[in-house]
């Protein structure tokens, strides 16, 4: 599933592509994928992100609320992408139409109005937030950081690299983290997600860009779905196990 630095990678480019731009028509090929009223003739104002939304706001006030989900591609403008098999939903604008493309079925376009409520990302959020947040579950801390009204934008490839870095085992209680282990949890989420960001993000699987190009991210990932191969610190074999239901991969040396 996209996480931040593939969700945000998408919203920089189609600011700079959409925001200006008039919707002329909505044409839907999947029910599931589009929710709510077709209204055309509405400029968009801004593409902005609530964790791993996207919002486009409409001149009337009106927005589309988007989710990816497992499979979901914004393609701008592709002639390759007209009539593929999986583009669900296709709005035509001034100059060009952006494509909804989605295998699974499971994302969508959404009339709204008002964003999400969610925590917030890694990087609005201070330690002493984090800190207290963390104090109140005595879930995983896998399964916290992933909760996403309790920190936002953290998905599985992420919150896995992120943990390998910090040095902190998954299964770890969230209640019981050090104020210095909270800390460096903070700054390795930080980090591995500013790497996302900077190789334009996951494509381990269906993820590309607006423009639909691939990113570069699974070429380094530290932990994440590395079955056993070496750690990258210790040389000790990864180990998948199984955390909150979710596949998680530690290095049992590093993370105690
Ligand atoms: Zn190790």
Same mark, same amino acid.
């Not at 947040?133 to 992420?158: C, F, P």
């Not at 530290?222 to 979710?246: A, H, Q, S």
């Given at each position: 599933?996209?996480? *931040?630095?593939?969700?945000?990678? =998408?919203?920089?480019?189609?600011?700079?592509?959409? !925001?200006?731009?008039?919707?002329? &028509?909505?044409?839907?090929?999947?029910?599931?994928?589009?929710?709510?009223?077709?209204?055309?003739?509405?400029? %968009?104002?801004? #593409?902005?992100? !609530? &964790?791993?939304?996207?919002?486009?706001?409409?001149?009337?006030?009106?927005?589309?609320? =988007?989710? *990816?989900?497992?499979?979901?591609?914004? %393609?701008?403008?592709?002639?390759?992408?007209?009539?593929?098999?999986?583009?669900?939903?296709?709005? #035509?604008?001034?100059?060009?139409?952006?494509?909804?493309?989605?295998? @699974? +079925?499971? &994302?969508?376009?959404?009339?709204?109005?008002?964003?999400?409520?969610?925590? /917030?990302?890694?990087?609005?959020?201070?330690?002493?937030?984090?800190?207290?947040?963390?104090? +109140?579950?005595?879930?995983? #801390?896998?399964?916290? %950081?992933?909760?996403?009204? *309790?920190?936002?934008? !953290?998905?599985? %490839?992420?919150?896995?690299?992120?943990?390998?870095?910090? @040095? $902190?085992?998954?299964?770890?209680?969230?209640?019981?983290?050090? $104020?210095?282990?909270?800390?460096?949890?903070?700054?390795?989420?930080?980090?591995?997600?500013?790497?996302? *960001?900077?190789? &334009?993000?996951?494509?381990?699987?269906?993820?590309v860009n607006a423009k639909g190009e691939m990113g570069s991210y699974q070429n380094?990932?530290?932990?994440?779905?590395?079955?056993?191969?070496?750690?990258?610190?210790?040389?000790? /074999?990864?180990? @998948? $196990?199984?955390?909150?239901?979710?596949?998680?991969?530690?290095?049992?040396?590093?993370?105690?």
């Open positions: 599933m996209p996480e *931040l630095p593939e969700v945000e990678t =998408i919203r920089r480019q189609l600011a700079t592509i959409l !925001v200006g731009r008039r919707v002329t &028509g909505i044409e839907v090929r999947e029910e599931k994928s589009y929710l709510g009223p077709k209204r055309v003739d509405q400029v %968009i104002t801004k #593409v902005g992100r !609530v &964790g791993k939304y996207l919002y486009f706001d409409f001149a009337d006030g009106s927005m589309w609320e =988007i989710h *990816l989900k497992m499979t979901g591609r914004l %393609i701008w403008d592709r002639a390759d992408y007209e009539k593929a098999k999986h583009t669900r939903v296709v709005v #035509v604008m001034e100059g060009g139409k952006l494509y909804f493309w989605d295998t @699974r +079925k499971f &994302g969508y376009i959404r009339v709204v109005s008002e964003r999400k409520q969610l925590g /917030k990302d890694p990087w609005e959020m201070s330690e002493a937030e984090l800190m207290r947040k963390l104090q +109140k579950t005595g879930r995983s #801390v896998k399964e916290a %950081i992933l909760d996403q009204s *309790l920190l936002a934008g !953290v998905g599985n %490839i992420y919150a896995n690299d992120g943990l390998w870095e910090a @040095r $902190i085992n998954p299964k770890q209680k969230a209640n019981t983290l050090t $104020i210095p282990q909270v800390k460096k949890l903070l700054s390795s989420l930080r980090r591995v997600m500013e790497r996302g *960001l900077a190789t &334009g993000g996951a494509s381990d699987n269906s993820y380094e990932f530290l932990v994440y779905g590395r079955t056993g191969e070496p750690c990258n610190r210790c040389g000790t /074999k990864l180990e @998948r $196990i199984v955390v909150g239901g979710r596949g998680t991969w530690v290095c049992q040396k590093c993370q105690l």
